[in-house]
């Protein structure tokens, strides 16, 4: 069993930034590759990010790429999301969840795990 913690949302305005962490405990997840999903209110939730175990390969939503930056540290269980240039449409719960394998998975259904999210706000 994985559990993931999120920390890090808050309010902030437009073209701010935020580093979101998901601190994961139980069984060592240095070899399970993690995501980053959102849900914005009245919609569905959607992909923004995914490393592998290895930290070799990430991958990223249109929407974020070039703004976004995931990164893994395995001696801390730690994996986060550096977000920079917000922009309201940011706006969402940010949930990390883990994949039970090395490789990058970018469907929600490949996920095993998740966390409990964390509120981003992004003003205008």
């Known amino acids: 069993q994985v559990q993931l913690v999120e920390s890090g949302g808050g309010l902030v305005q437009a073209g701010d930034s935020l580093r979101l962490s998901c601190a994961a405990s139980g069984r060592t997840f240095s070899s399970y590759a993690m995501g980053w999903f959102r849900q914005a209110p009245g919609k569905e939730r959607e992909f923004v990010a995914a490393i592998s175990a290895s930290g070799g390969s990430t991958y990223y939503a249109r929407s974020v790429k070039g703004r976004f930056t995931i990164s893994g540290d395995n001696r801390k269980n730690t994996v986060y999301l550096q977000m920079n240039s917000l922009k309201p449409e940011d706006t969402a719960v940010y949930y990390c969840?883990?994949?039970?394998?090395?490789?990058?998975?970018?469907?929600?259904?490949?996920?095993?795990?998740w966390g409990q999210g964390t509120q981003v706000t992004v003003s205008s």
């Open positions: 969840a883990a994949h039970m394998r090395p490789i990058v998975v970018l469907t929600e259904s490949g996920y095993n795990y």
